[in-house]
């Protein structure tokens, strides 16, 4: 069965949604909407699941980067810091690891474009 220009109108929709609560604002017009098919009002909330778990993703992986920039942005201002102060040889070596150690999860992560490492 071919999609209403309506239904095909809210998926476009749920596909462009960029939030949470954005894509809850077209998930309450399709339920509100006494219109569609039965067949089409399930595909589209199958949709919208759909959209929920990948924009939760999305915002769960942005969170985990942002930590592992400061963790690593940290380490490399506390290296400069310590070797502009003079610290003693194994003192740096140690946080030199420690930096490595950061750097080598975003090179497993292959995420060494967005932090130019």
């Known amino acids: 069965m071919a999609m209403s220009e309506k239904a095909k109108k809210y998926l476009k ?6 939030t949470i609560p954005e894509l809850k604002d077209v998930e309450i017009a399709i339920k509100r ?7 089409e009002f399930t595909k589209l909330n199958e949709a ?8 939760r993703k999305k915002k769960q992986e942005t969170s985990l980067q ?3 920039f400061w963790a690593y ?5 506390k ?3 310590m070797m502009d102060e003079g610290a003693d040889k194994d003192a740096i070596q140690m946080q030199v690891q420690r930096y490595d ?5 975003i090179a497993e992560a292959d995420l060494e474009d967005e932090y130019e490492v």
């Open 13 to 18: 929709e749920i596909k462009g949604a960029k």
């Open 33 to 39: 909407d006494g219109i569609l098919a039965w067949a």
């Open 48 to 55: 919208v699941e759909e959209k929920k778990v990948a924009l």
């Open 66 to 68: 942002e930590i592992l």
């Open 73 to 77: 942005k940290k380490e490399s201002d």
């Open 79 to 81: 290296l400069l810091k």
């Open 101 to 105: 150690s950061i750097g080598q999860i």
